[in-house]
């Protein structure tokens, strides 16, 4: 079965089986990872909008496998706007238990 996981701030103690590989998931989603770009490069603010997304889709994918392996990922997905300049990603996963 295949679920959908975005970004979560609640913490169920006590979630067992399929729901506690889900919050695992939505919480390194939540992770916020970034880099602190040295004088005269470019930062990651500066990218194109479609470069951000694929590294940021490398690195989601790289920290559930980490992570969370029991979770596979299926699919990545963004919700945002790009003159906003914020990205929500929303992963699909199988979970392995």
């Known amino acids: 079965m295949t679920h959908q ?3 979560t701030s609640n ?3 006590g979630a067992t089986g399929v729901e506690e590989i889900l ?8 992770t916020f990872v970034i ?16 470069l ?3 590294r940021n889709t490398a690195r ?10 029991r979770a596979v990922v299926i699919d990545v997905d963004y919700l945002g706007d790009v003159f906003v300049g914020k990205l929500e ?3 699909k996963v199988i979970v392995n238990e």
């Open 89 to 91: 990603p929303v992963v």
């Open 60 to 69: 989601i994918i790289d920290s559930i496998r980490r992570f969370e392996p």
């Open 35 to 50: 880099s602190c770009p040295l004088y005269g490069r470019r930062s990651n603010t500066d990218a194109p909008f479609y």
């Open 52 to 54: 951000t997304k694929r």
């Open 11 to 13: 913490i169920d103690f």
């Open 23 to 30: 919050q695992n998931v939505a919480y390194i989603l939540s």
């Open 5 to 7: 996981v975005t970004a």
